[in-house]
C-alpha cells in the first residue's frame, strides 16, 4: 500500500509540473494548448519534434517558450542552402594562443534546438543532424562529444513553399518521434492574440522558467516507469505490422516508431495522472507518431490516397485491447 501511495503522489507531481509548463507557454501561444502538450511530451519521451505548417502560425514561438519554460540552454540554427554540417556540429581549429587544436562547439549544442526551415538545408547538411538525434552525441575529427541531457530537436517547415527546399529524406522523417501541425488560431484566440501581441513584441523573453532541467530528468525517469500491459504491446505490434502489410502503403513504420509510440504514451499516461498505458493514449498519438512515417505507392499517390484517413482505417482495422487487461495487464 505504501509503494501505491508513493506511485500515486509521484504521478501526481509529474502531472502538475507537466500543466505548470503547458499553462506557461500558453501565455504566448493562445488556443493551442493541444501542440504544446504533444511538444512537452515529445521531450518527456526523449524525442524530436517536426512541426510543418504556413509561416506565422508559431512554430518558432512555441519552440523558443517551451525553452524559455524550462530554464534550459536553447540554441537557434537557420537552415540555409548555403549553411555547412560544420555549422550543425562544430569544428575544431587550431589556436595560436594555446599552440593545440580546439573544438568549437556548433549550433547542436543546447538542450532544446530549434532547426528552422529544416528543409532549406542541403542534404549533406541535414545528415548532420541524423547522429546527434539519434546517439545523442557529435562526431568531429574522430572524437565524440556527448550531448547534455535533455535534448531535443524541433524543426520547422514549410510545406506550400517548395523552391530552393530539398525532401526530408525518410532516414530523417523516421528520426522525429513526432510531427505536428498548429494551424491557423480560432476566432476567441486570434483576437486574444490581437489583444496580447499587439502591446508587446517581446512576451516570449517575458516569461520566467516553472522547471528546471532537474524536473525534466526525474519527469523522464518518471514516464519510463509507467506500465504497459503486455496486451498493449501487442496491439503497437499489431498497428505495425497492419502498415507493413497494406497494399496502398510502400513504407510501413518501423520498429522504431513502436518503440517511440509506447515512450510517448507513457509520457501522455503520466501527464493524465495515471502509472499505466490505456489504449486511448495510443490511439490519441498513432497520428502525430506515425503519420509522417508512412510512404504510399505510387498508384496510391496518383489517386491522392490521404495519409491520415489510411491511418485511421488501420486503427479502425487493428482490433483494440479491453478489459482490465488492457490498463493493468
Not at 530523417?172 to 476566432?187: E, K, N, S, W
Request: net charge negative.
Amino acid at each position: 500500500m505504501a509503494r501505491e501511495e508513493t506511485v500515486a503522489r509521484a504521478v501526481a507531481s509529474f502531472s502538475d509540473r507537466f500543466d505548470a509548463v503547458v499553462d506557461n507557454v500558453a501565455r504566448v501561444i493562445q488556443g493551442k494548448d493541444d501542440a504544446i502538450a504533444l511538444a512537452f511530451t515529445c521531450l518527456v519521451a526523449e524525442g524530436h519534434l517536426l512541426i510543418e505548417d504556413v509561416p506565422g502560425v508559431g512554430k518558432t514561438s512555441l519552440a523558443k517558450a517551451l525553452a524559455a519554460s524550462l530554464e534550459c540552454t536553447w540554441g537557434r540554427i537557420q537552415f540555409t542552402p548555403d549553411l555547412l554540417p560544420s555549422d550543425v556540429t562544430g569544428v575544431t581549429v587550431y589556436s595560436r594562443a594555446t599552440g593545440e587544436f580546439e573544438f568549437r562547439p556548433g549550433g547542436i549544442f543546447h538542450n532544446i534546438v530549434l532547426g528552422d526551415e529544416i528543409n532549406r538545408a542541403s542534404p549533406k547538411t541535414q545528415s548532420a543532424l541524423l547522429e546527434a538525434m539519434e546517439e545523442r552525441q557529435v562526431t568531429v575529427d574522430n572524437k565524440t562529444y556527448r550531448l547534455d541531457p535533455p535534448f531535443m530537436v524541433i524543426a520547422t517547415q514549410n510545406p506550400i513553399e517548395h523552391e530552393g527546399t530539398y525532401p526530408l529524406p525518410d532516414s530523417q522523417l523516421d528520426r522525429f518521434l513526432m510531427r505536428i501541425h498548429m494551424g491557423y488560431p480560432a476566432r476567441s484566440a486570434e483576437i486574444a492574440i490581437l489583444d496580447t501581441h499587439g502591446m508587446s513584441s517581446a512576451l516570449v523573453d517575458d516569461l520566467r522558467p516553472v522547471a528546471r532541467v532537474a524536473d525534466v530528468q526525474t519527469m523522464i525517469a518518471m514516464a519510463q516507469a509507467v506500465h504497459v500491459a503486455p496486451s498493449l504491446k501487442g496491439y503497437i505490434v499489431d498497428l505495425a505490422e497492419a502498415t507493413r502489410n497494406h497494399p496502398e502503403l510502400a513504407l510501413g513504420v518501423s520498429p522504431r516508431a513502436a518503440l517511440g509510440l509506447q515512450r510517448a504514451a507513457r509520457a501522455r499516461a503520466a501527464a493524465s495522472g495515471r502509472d499505466y498505458v490505456v489504449p486511448d493514449d495510443l490511439k490519441a498519438l498513432a497520428a502525430p507518431v506515425l503519420e509522417h512515417r508512412l510512404a504510399l505507392t505510387p498508384e496510391a499517390q496518383m489517386r491522392g490516397v490521404n495519409r491520415r484517413e489510411l491511418l485511421a482505417e488501420v486503427l479502425g482495422r487493428v482490433p483494440v485491447p479491453s478489459g482490465r487487461a488492457s490498463a493493468q495487464g
